[in-house]
């Protein structure tokens, strides 16, 4: 059984160059999650969707960041123009929620060097 | 607001010695709460959860929680560590109205020889 997908595991880019982050969710869960994990702020909740619907987008760090579900398997998370500062490992997690919070199965990260 | 707060950054231990990695929440009402690790270079994987009822959790690879919701907290326990067990350690915690999580810091599990 394929766990959560994400898609380039590695990336460096320069400065002002735009970023797209791809994650694939487990077939069947209908709840999506981005988050950021850093040395200095440690893991931080970017945004999620519950049934490809926007639920909380509070910790998406300013507009140069925004993200995507069009569809149940399938997310995109862009940071344009990048910066250095969004050098992190973003790890996209997925569940099945029914009501009570359900485990979320985290993808292997992406990490991600803006120099 | 929910929050954790991992009381330890750095916990070194000999191996087969028993370890507690502290966790303490915040929350003003019912909560959920997890552990994850996450070994290096990899994602977090879910150890243990804790929704209600029993308030001791057992978890996988040996480790068990136990809520006190008393003391507010949610320590995590193991009687005997192995050097596989060397990872970063998260606790998290979730209200009953969003499934999102929130992290503590984490805890740095170094099990030696």
């Known amino acids: 059984d394929a766990g959560v997908i994400q898609s380039p595991r590695h990336e460096v880019t320069e400065m002002g160059q735009e970023v797209t982050l791809r994650c694939k969710p487990i077939?069947?869960?209908?709840?999506l999650f981005w988050y950021r994990q850093t040395m200095m702020r440690g893991l931080e909740l970017l945004i999620y969707f519950n049934n490809n619907v926007p639920i909380d987008d509070s910790g998406m760090p300013e507009d140069r960041f925004s993200a995507k579900m069009p569809n149940a398997s399938f997310s995109t998370l862009k940071i344009q123009p990048s910066e250095p500062r969004d050098s992190a490992v973003y790890f996209c997690a997925s569940s099945l929620s029914s009501g009570t919070p359900a485990a979320q199965y985290f993808g292997p990260g992406t990490r991600l060097l803006v120099l | 607001a929910q929050s954790v707060t991992q009381l330890d950054s750095q916990v070194p231990v000999f191996e087969e010695a028993p370890v507690e990695l502290r966790c303490n929440y915040s929350s003003s009402v019912s909560v959920y709460l997890f552990w994850y690790v996450q070994y290096p270079n990899q994602g977090l994987q879910l150890l243990l959860k804790y929704l209600s009822g029993s308030t001791l959790v057992k978890g996988i690879n040996g480790f068990e929680a136990e809520f006190n919701k008393s003391q507010t907290s949610f320590h995590l326990r193991k009687p005997s560590v192995h050097i596989s067990d060397t990872a970063e350690y998260f606790c998290?915690?979730?209200?009953?109205?969003?499934?999102?999580?929130?992290f503590g810091k984490g805890t740095s599990l170094l099990v030696t020889p």
């Open positions: 077939s069947g869960h209908n709840s």
């Open positions: 998290a915690v979730s209200g009953v109205l969003r499934d999102a999580l929130n």
